[in-house]
């Protein structure tokens, strides 16, 4: 427990009835608020349980003191949400002149958790708006013992969801710092092809009320290949591209294979493609990895997601329609599964967990089982469907929460034909020869038509010669300031680099490209040194964090000409 002098009541009255709990709170807010310094010291707490680097910090709104404690203590903090669950109680926070003057401080921001809604429906949506004051990982937590034996659920559910959302801020973050190059070049070569080929648009509910086998890369799918192989005319069958070559290998031909990802290695799930296989239409993005779409011989089936490169895509060259990817190629299986219109879809290979030191089947052509194995910290267990523990990793639990959050949303019927592997809440674990006989049986259709895509690639030449002559007068302004040795940024206003207004646009297509933790240690430096007086005496490195960002964008200019 934390030392304070209301222990003992709370712990009387904890294991009381909610009401006396929620009364039992408030004394204990308005004893605190009476206490004696000598007595209690929530400076000393918040600096032994928040670090002072922190960015963004999550505590109780409990007392006022304790806030302010945390606002003192964490000088570069840009975000402190305090949270309240109880109406009675923050309407007695709020008449308290202490909290008034909390509340109008700019950095702090009110989480009002009333208790007949989710903490994350409330959490999340702030969490989102203030993203970017999360991508140094900087993240404290300040909920005191007494606060969880109150509000034990609330105070578990937001630790929680803060957690969440931090991991997957920061796997963002990597996947921009290590692929958000590859992604920019791969979106700008693959401009030909996304000009002149299909978009998923073309797809929705052309397989409407038939059955939808969704194929994952898992260990599992070498024992289940052969019921595949025996049910194969029964359904429509979508194949992530990991698993397409365990496929072919037994003569299956699946009608889509999906590919999502911007890595090099993925060429290797096309490259041996032959007969048939090399005409399965592809679902991709338009980040989608450039080899792949321009020597695959099957069609194309584009889409696309919110970034800024992809809206200039959609509104410059061609309208591209939206498919939300998720964390993982199987998720935008899924997806595409319910913009086919399936019913039922069934799940097959999706094991989210390991097989001895397995977590893909035999016959994948990317030999991941034992180059890299996971670090020691990210090895955790998930529930099997025999209600064992099963080992998997920390990316494989996050890919399964998303499957449930996905599959508790849809107004179909969802079963799961893994042989084994994790339990995946929200379906029905069953075989795939008794999930398919839920199902309507299919009949093929005819061939698609090419498309008429003159205008779309004169539309593609237009926007390559357009971002051609952005980059080059970019770089040019760029050069300019960044031969400047003493070059102090900007000391007004919003932006530090003011001259870059003209240039918004492309900075906002290309910034994918950039490592977000890197761009907010130079915006926050920047900010405390504008808040603290801007004295040229401290402006030394502010001007170095200034050279680095103007030179960061110099490169990547010269990357996009470069592939023009």
Known sequence: MDPNPFEATVLVTAEGPT?????AGKGVTEAMAAAKPDLWDPEGLVSLRVPANSRVVLAWLGSSTEAHAILKHCQGLRRLYVFENNPE?????????DVQVLLRDPRVVLLNLPQDKSVSDIALPQFRRDAHFFVEGRVGLY?????????????TELEACILDFTRTTLSRVALHATRGWHMLANALLNLDRVAAEHTIDELKNTAAGKPIVVVGAGPSLDKSI???????????????????STLAHAGIVPDFVVSTDDTEKTWRFFANAEGPQAHVPAVCLLQSNWSVVRYHRGPFFFCRGVSALDLAVDRLVR??????????VGHAALDLAVLLGGSPIVLTGFDLAYDGDRFHPEHMLVPYFHDHPPHEKNIMTVLGHDGQALKTDLSMVLYLKEFEKRIAALNRPVYNATVGGALIRGTEHTTLGAALAHGKTIAKGGERPPRNTGVSRDRATRFRILVTEQC????????KFAERDKYIPATEGINPFPFLENHKELLDMISGADNPADMAVFRFAWEDWVRDGAQKEQASEIQSLAAQSIQGVIDLCRLVLSLF
């Open 226 to 244: 052969g019921e595949l192989a025996a049910h194969r005319d029964q359904a429509v069958l979508i194949s992530c591209d990991g698993a397409w």
């Open 89 to 97: 109680r923050l309407a007695f926070l709020r008449g308290r002149p």
């Open 143 to 155: 909920i005191p013992d007494y606060c969880r034996m109150m509000e034990r659920r609330t105070c």
């Open 319 to 328: 309208p591209v329609p939206v498919l939300d990817t998720g964390q993982c």
């Open 19 to 23: 009401s006396t709990m929620q009364e």
């Open 472 to 479: 080059v007068s970019l770089v040019n302004t760029l050069k």
